[in-house]
């Protein structure tokens, strides 16, 4: 069955960049929807943006637009997403998740999560 | 975009006991809903989806229901390992909104 194996825990600068890794096993990357949710602590779940079958093409959430970028290496099964200019309130939990294919089809659901990458911005 | 307001935002309950789970959008909509529970420190874990379907493996102790701006999560039974926090989210239009949550307490 499908797997998802996130990068570790990072502390970053406000204004750094960051850019966190979801590698793929059980499957191909291309046959798979990604897309990332993040949750600062002790507050709910965010999503940030996947791969939309409706627009065939990656989409991001408003608020984010500018700053995040979710790329795919095909070569080594790996997804990325990688958020620049950082302030405290990127502070958050990280995860990739899998969008819930049923007979070949896209339930736009999250199946598989991966364990999540612990992102802390501070001076 | 789409809000979506659960209800209520925590609830203490016995083992046994039937829960159910509100979620309200501010748009209509037909069926693009799903709900997650999350456990402590743990990555949220699909339990329904398309309003009404229960996930592979989900016990059939969780249902969900509804259409337009009205979706319900019910636990018939609850059991000592459903005390989480559970989220709805809406995928009908960008961006796929989550709902706040709902923690599930120990009575």
């Known amino acids: 069955q499908v797997q998802l194996l996130q990068s570790g825990t990072e502390v970053k600068k406000p204004g750094a960049s960051m850019k966190v890794s979801c590698k793929v096993s059980?499957?191909?990357?291309?046959?798979?929807?990604i897309h990332w949710v993040r949750q600062a602590p002790g507050k709910g779940l965010e999503w940030m943006g996947g791969f939309d079958s409706d627009a065939a093409n990656t989409v991001y959430t408003q608020g984010l637009r500018g700053r995040v970028t979710m790329t795919e290496d095909t070569s080594t099964n790996t997804a990325y997403m990688e958020l620049s200019g950082l302030t405290s309130a990127d502070t958050a939990m990280y995860y990739c998740?899998?969008?819930?294919?049923?007979?070949?089809?896209?339930?736009?659901?999250?199946?598989?999560w991966g364990q999540g990458t612990m992102v802390t911005v501070s001076s | 975009d789409i809000q979506m307001t659960q209800s209520p935002s925590s609830v203490s309950a016995s083992v046994g006991d039937r829960v159910t789970i509100t979620c309200r959008a501010s748009q209509p909509f037909s069926n693009w809903l799903a709900w997650y529970q999350q456990k402590p420190g743990k990555a949220p874990k699909l339990l329904i989806y398309?309003?009404?379907s229960l996930q592979r493996g989900v016990p059939s102790r969780f249902s969900g229901s509804g259409s337009g701006t009205y979706f319900t999560l019910t636990i018939s039974s609850l059991q000592p390992e459903d005390f989480a926090t559970y989220y709805c989210?809406?995928?009908?239009?960008?961006?796929?909104?989550f709902g706040q949550g709902t923690r599930v307490e120990i009575k």
């Open positions: 998740a899998t969008e819930l294919a049923v007979q070949g089809i896209l339930e736009r659901a999250f199946d598989v």
């Open positions: 059980g499957d191909t990357l291309t046959d798979l929807s």
């Open positions: 398309a309003a009404s």
């Open positions: 989210q809406q995928a009908n239009s960008l961006p796929r909104t």
